[in-house]
C-alpha cells in the first residue's frame, strides 16, 4: 500500500494538491521489477468514452485569506492527535475539537505519519483551521468559529477513465508498460499494477517470466478510478489480448451476477481461470522443484522432494492457490509453521516454512482463492527464506503442482449469454479501437457466426 496523501498550500493565496510518495517498502519492490527494458506504444484515450464520472463530492478550491499562515506537522509514533495538540490549543478548545472530530475519525487510531495541516491568522497565531488527512481518499476539515469547532469530511473527487495501450515485445513485457513514455500521465506504481494484473489474468495461459518471445503483441483496456493527481484508486482489466509466439490469448471480464464476483473469459465464453492458482507468491523464483529423489540440503541424504520451493524475501505474502477451509494451521515439525487447506474438488494443498499466519485467517476459516494466508519466513528445516508448497490428493498422495492439469473454472452460465455476447463486443471494440492495431483474432468466426444466427431468423 502506498500512504497517498494530500496538502494544501497558501503561498499563492489558492490552495493546490500535491502528492507525497513515502513508502520505501513499495518503492524498493518495484525497483525490483526493473530488470529488462522494452519498447512499446501506447494510446491514452478517455475522450470517446462516455462519461461515467461519480459524483463524488469535491474538493472546494479555498481562498486562503492572505493574512493565513500554514504549517504542516505528522504524527510521530504512538502520538495521538491530542497529545500534538497540546501547547497549540486550550485543554477546553482541544476537547471541543475531538468532539468535532470524533464525528468521522477516531483520533486515538490515527496512524504515525499522519499528515495534519494547520492554518494559523498570521496576526495573533490564532488557529482557524486544521485539515487532517485520514486516508488517501478523505480528509477531516475542522473549522473555528465564534461557536467553537465544527468538522466536515472532504472527499477527494476521483473519475472513471479507460486506458487503452496496446505493444510490442522487443525484450521482456515486464517494463513495457513501466518504462512506456505513452502512459507518462500515468503514475510508475500504477503502470505496475497493470502489469500485475494482466500477468494475473493471463497466468494460466502464458508465463510471463519464461515464455514472452520477442515479437509478441499486447493490447488492453482498463478501467481506472483516478484520484486528481493522477493516481489510480482502483482498477480492472477489461478486455485483454496477448499474441503469444503466434497463438492469440483472450481475456474478456464478465460479472454473471453484476456483484463484483465476475471473471475473465476467452472469445468463446470459456473461463481462462483454472481451479488453482499456478503458483502461490505474486513473485517467484522456483529453487527446487518436485523430483522423487535429491539430496536434502540439511540431512545431506537423498530423500524425495514432494513440493516445489519458491526463493522469496521473508515476510512476502503467500496466498491460498485455490477456494477452501484451513485445516492446520501450526506448527508441523521439519516444516515449521505450517499450512493446510482442504479444497472441494478433494485436493490439499500445504504451505511451509511460514514466518508467520495471517492473524484473519484461522483453522477452520474458508478462503477464497489468491486470499493471503501467511508469510515466507525459514521456520522449521530450512535453509534460507522460501515457501515449501505441496499439493496432494485426500487420500495424502502427492502431485507435482508444475504438472498437474488443473481443472478449469466455469464458463459463462447459459442464462447470461445475451448479455455476454452484447459485453464482449463492447470490450472487444476497446481493443479494436486502438490505432495502429487490427481486428481481434479469432472474432471474425464469431461475428459470422452473429451474422448467420442473424440471418436465419
Ligand atoms: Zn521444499
Known amino acids: 500500500m502506498l500512504h497517498d496523501s494530500v496538502r494544501w498550500e497558501t503561498s499563492t493565496g489558492r490552495q493546490s494538491i500535491h502528492r507525497l510518495r513515502g513508502n520505501s517498502v513499495?518503492?524498493?519492490?518495484?525497483?525490483t521489477k526493473l530488470w529488462t527494458t522494452v519498447a512499446l506504444c501506447a494510446v491514452l484515450n478517455t475522450s470517446c468514452l462516455p462519461d461515467t464520472t461519480p459524483d463524488a463530492g469535491s474538493l472546494d478550491v479555498v481562498y486562503a485569506n492572505p493574512s493565513e499562515q500554514v504549517e504542516l506537522?505528522?504524527?510521530?509514533?504512538?502520538?495521538?492527535?491530542?497529545?500534538?495538540?497540546d501547547g497549540i490549543l486550550s485543554a477546553n478548545d482541544q476537547a471541543a475539537l475531538l468532539v468535532a472530530f470524533r464525528e468521522y475519525a477516531s483520533p486515538r487510531r490515527m496512524p504515525a505519519g499522519t499528515e495534519l495541516v494547520f492554518h494559523y491568522l498570521r496576526d495573533d497565531q490564532w488557529l482557524r483551521s486544521l485539515d487532517v488527512v485520514v486516508s488517501a481518499d478523505e480528509t477531516v476539515r475542522l473549522?473555528?468559529?465564534?461557536?467553537?469547532?465544527?468538522?466536515?469530511?472532504?472527499?477527494?473527487?476521483?473519475?472513471?477513465?479507460?486506458?487503452?495501450?496496446?505493444?510490442?515485445?522487443?525484450?521482456?513485457?515486464?517494463?513495457?508498460?513501466?518504462?512506456?513514455?505513452?502512459?507518462?500521465?500515468?503514475?510508475?506504481?500504477?503502470?505496475?499494477?497493470?502489469?500485475?494484473?494482466?500477468?494475473?489474468?493471463?497466468?494460466?495461459?502464458?508465463?510471463?517470466?519464461?515464455?514472452?518471445?520477442?515479437?509478441?503483441?499486447?493490447?488492453?483496456a482498463f478501467e481506472r478510478e483516478v484520484r486528481p493527481d493522477g493516481s489510480m484508486r482502483s482498477g480492472r482489466l477489461l478486455s485483454a489480448e496477448l499474441v503469444n509466439s503466434g497463438t492469440p490469448y483472450h481475456a474478456i471480464w464478465f460479472d454473471p451476477n453484476k456483484d463484483g464476483e465476475g471473471s475473465y473469459f476467452d472469445l468463446e465464453g470459456n473461463s481462462v481461470r483454472r481451479?488453482?492458482?499456478?503458483?502461490?507468491?505474486?513473485?517467484?523464483?522456483?529453487?527446487?522443484?518436485?523430483?522423487?529423489?535429491?539430496?536434502?540440503?540439511i540431512l545431506r541424504t537423498w530423500r524425495a522432494h514432494r513440493g516445489v520451493d519458491y526463493a522469496a524475501d521473508a515476510g512476502a505474502e503467500i496466498m491460498a492457490t485455490s477456494d477452501g477451509v484451513v485445516t492446520h494451521r501450526a506448527w508441523k515439525g521439519s516444516f515449521g509453521n505450517t499450512v493446510e487447506i482442504q479444497h472441494p474438488n478433494g485436493?490439499?494443498?500445504?504451505?511451509?516454512?511460514?514466518?508467520s499466519f495471517r492473524s484473519e485467517v484461522q483453522l477452520g476459516s474458508r478462503v477464497r482463492q489468491s486470499e493471503i494466508i501467511g508469510y515466507?519466513?525459514?521456520?522449521?528445516?530450512?535453509?534460507?527464506?522460501?515457501?515449501?508448497?505441496?499439493?496432494?490428493?485426500?487420500?495424502?498422495?502427492?502431485?507435482?503442482?508444475?504438472?498437474?492439469?488443473?481443472?478449469?473454472?466455469?464458463?459463462?452460465?447459459?442464462?447470461?449469454?445475451?448479455?455476454?455476447?452484447?459485453?464482449?463486443?463492447?470490450?472487444?471494440?476497446?481493443?479494436?479501437?486502438?490505432?495502429?492495431?487490427?481486428?481481434?483474432?479469432?472474432?471474425?468466426?464469431?461475428?459470422?457466426?452473429?451474422?448467420?444466427?442473424?440471418?436465419?431468423?
Not at 77 to 85: A, E, P, V, Y
Not at 275 to 296: C, D, N, Q, V
Not at 347 to 353: G, K, L, Q, S
Open 347 to 355: 485436493f490439499v494443498t500445504r504451505y511451509a516454512h511460514l514466518s
Open 143 to 220: 473549522t473555528r468559529n465564534e461557536l467553537g469547532w465544527h468538522s466536515e469530511l472532504v472527499r477527494i473527487p476521483i473519475y472513471v477513465d479507460t486506458l487503452l495501450a496496446s505493444g510490442k515485445i522487443e525484450t521482456v513485457l515486464w517494463s513495457a508498460v513501466v518504462n512506456n513514455e505513452y502512459l507518462g500521465g500515468v503514475p510508475f506504481e500504477d503502470r505496475n499494477s497493470l502489469i500485475d494484473e494482466l500477468d494475473q489474468v493471463f497466468q494460466w495461459q502464458v508465463d510471463f517470466s519464461r515464455q514472452i518471445r520477442v515479437g509478441d503483441t499486447y493490447r488492453f
Open 275 to 297: 481451479a488453482f492458482l499456478l503458483k502461490p507468491l505474486a513473485y517467484r523464483r522456483i529453487s527446487s522443484r518436485y523430483s522423487p529423489s535429491r539430496l536434502h540440503p
Open 26 to 31: 513499495a518503492r524498493e519492490r518495484l525497483i
Open 73 to 85: 506537522l505528522s504524527l510521530g509514533q504512538d502520538q495521538t492527535l491530542g497529545l500534538l495538540l
Open 376 to 457: 515466507v519466513g525459514m521456520t522449521g528445516q530450512a535453509t534460507g527464506n522460501h515457501l515449501h508448497y505441496e499439493m496432494m490428493k485426500r487420500n495424502g498422495e502427492h502431485m507435482d503442482p508444475l504438472a498437474v492439469d488443473l481443472p478449469a473454472g466455469d464458463p459463462v452460465p447459459s442464462d447470461n449469454q445475451v448479455r455476454w455476447g452484447e459485453e464482449l463486443i463492447t470490450r472487444v471494440d476497446l481493443l479494436e479501437s486502438i490505432p495502429g492495431t487490427g481486428p481481434v483474432i479469432g472474432l471474425g468466426s464469431l461475428q459470422s457466426q452473429g451474422d448467420e444466427q442473424g440471418g436465419a431468423q
